[in-house]
């Protein structure tokens, strides 16, 4: 009995160590530590995220990771009786009609704060992740290789979006 409680815990390891699937339940739990970190990170920037649906294929080493970036703008302290914030809020309204009616990937909506969004979202691709020590922590989180994969992604994603963004600042006064 003394040996079989030895083995149990060692066969647990070697088929996680050997794994050629991570059950979807972790991954979704990994997805939401991504998205929750966000605001200690990367998030603090110029833009707001979303991060869902976390998949991966061990046997490809390749992870995919639903991202999107959100540009609010914010209404809830706008004044409708003063001039300037009348204008601000026109302008972004012209700068939101130009980005949507230019670009497929981004849509805008408007949040529970009256704040305007626009959603710009990829599916991100994430390289040799073969072993899901690379996907996932020992503490069932996120493991740092993926976290290098994710903030590559936002990076390229920033620059595609402030590229697009670039000939239509004027209008928001950068």
Partial sequence: MKNLCSIIPLLLISTSLFATTIDQKILDRVALDIDNICGDTYCEGDFNWAHDNLRCDLDKGVCS???????QFYT????????????????????????????????????????????????????????????????GSYAEKL?????ECVSEMEMEFWKRAAPHDSLLGY
């Fill in 65 to 71: 990771l639903d991202m999107e970036l959100i540009e």
């Fill in 76 to 139: 809830e302290d706008l004044d409708l009786s003063d001039e300037q914030d009348v204008q601000r809020l026109n302008s972004w309204m012209k700068y939101e009609k130009i980005m949507l009616s230019t670009y497929s990937d981004i849509y805008s909506d408007t949040d529970e704060n009256y704040s305007r969004n626009l959603h710009y979202t990829k599916t991100c691709t994430i390289s040799n992740l073969f072993n899901v020590s690379d996907i996932v922590s020992s503490r």
């Fill in 147 to 151: 976290m290098d994969g994710v903030f």
